[in-house]
């Protein structure tokens, strides 16, 4: 696999750290340094571990929470399992809590059993590296979620946010239904796609409706010292924090880009379906959206590993269609849906 095929950013990509550090935060230059060495130590798990054992503890998720104990260690101690009482850290507590939700939201609203449709366990390991990492993880190769703590001045703990939580399970979805390669477009629809289930997790964890969110990712972890509101907004991509590279139309998508910059744009246009799913969810509900979302990415025909934006969307009139003449979408979704892209300068009838 070349180095863009799994998806290895954090929660923070590379580009905003740089942003940060280029304006004196030495906390982000920190938290830079320390992706690589994760990287390393990632690479070096891989090849001494069997991923493929004790994943699944029967046919319903459990999840086990361990203590980093602030060191790069996965699995270090275990300090909360299924079915555990609460312990007196509060942030494995949380952590157990959202992973929950996260299940929960799962198998209620989108039919799935876990993060493999099996039942797979979800492990997640807390204070992970230091006391102040500006980052959080989802780690294919080893299944395994990572919440840094954060600095507490430009990030907060991961672990405490939902849509931080159920973003990188999001990841971990797309990895086991499509495994959208992670540079350009399908990198985008990667991220997309992670965006979208934190936000619809948020939303039915806070008993919110697409009317009464504020559509923003990150919003709860951005410290005093972030110099905005939020990571993104699904809602107006390019407007979370001041240097925010998100866009929201099709007509500034750069195919040229490097892939040394951010693998080509994955989080600069994930704006761009962010913002057309903002507006379908704006029209069906977010549950309903979502739903549909999901139920496209299964169309491995069409949303195959280089999937485009254009090809994004003929999965979702597809699957809008085909849930439509079963009763579970209003019959206006597909105009809704069509309508959607084009704001954002996406059509089946437009060449990609």
């Not at 979620?145 to 979805?173: M, P, Q, T, Y």
């Not at 704006?271 to 799913?277: R, V, Y």
């Not at 809704?336 to 300068?345: I, S, T």
Request: contains cysteine; charged residues 25%.
């Amino acid at each position: 696999m070349s180095e863009h095929s799994e998806h290895k950013e954090g929660f923070i990509p590379r580009y905003v750290l740089k942003q940060m550090a280029e304006r004196g935060n030495e906390e982000a230059e920190k938290t830079l340094i320390q992706m690589i060495k994760i990287e390393e130590k990632v690479e070096k798990e891989k090849k001494k571990t069997q991923v493929t054992n004790l994943l699944h503890s029967g046919n319903v998720a459990e999840r086990l929470i361990y203590d980093s104990e602030n060191t790069d260690e996965f699995k270090r101690k275990l300090i909360r399992k299924e079915g555990d009482p609460p312990v007196h850290d509060e942030v494995v507590n949380i952590t157990y809590d959202f992973c929950g939700k996260t299940l929960e939201y799962f198998k209620s609203k989108l039919k799935r059993n876990s993060i493999d449709n099996l039942g797979m366990d979800v492990i997640a390991n807390v204070h992970y590296f230091d006391g102040e990492l500006n980052n959080a993880f989802y780690f294919p190769e080893l299944r395994q979620l990572a919440f840094g703590d954060g600095d507490g001045v430009l990030f907060k703990n991961f672990a405490r946010s939902i849509d931080v939580v159920a973003h990188e399970l999001g990841h971990a979805v797309t990895h086991h239904v499509n495994q959208l390669k992670y540079e350009r477009q399908s990198g985008a629809l990667n991220e997309h796609f992670s965006d979208v289930i934190g936000t619809a997790v948020q939303q039915f964890v806070k008993g919110q409706t697409a009317d009464t969110a504020d559509w923003l990712i990150g919003d709860e972890i951005v410290g005093p010292n972030f110099p905005g509101k939020a990571l993104r907004s699904m809602k107006a991509p390019g407007t979370a924090y001041n240097g925010d590279k998100q866009v929201a139309h099709f007509n500034d998508f750069d195919p040229n880009l490097p892939l040394a910059d951010d693998d080509g744009g994955v989080h600069y246009y994930s704006g761009i379906p962010n913002k057309a799913f903002y507006l379908t969810a704006m029209k069906i509900g977010t549950d309903k959206a979502a739903f549909l979302w999901y139920t496209a990415w299964h169309n491995r025909r069409i949303i195959h590993r280089h999937a485009t934006f254009k090809e994004a969307l003929k999965a979702i009139l597809e699957s809008a269609e085909t849930l439509v003449n079963r009763g579970e979408l209003p019959r206006e979704t597909v105009s809704f849906v069509k309508n959607a892209f084009e704001e954002v300068g996406v059509s089946t009838l437009v060449p990609v």
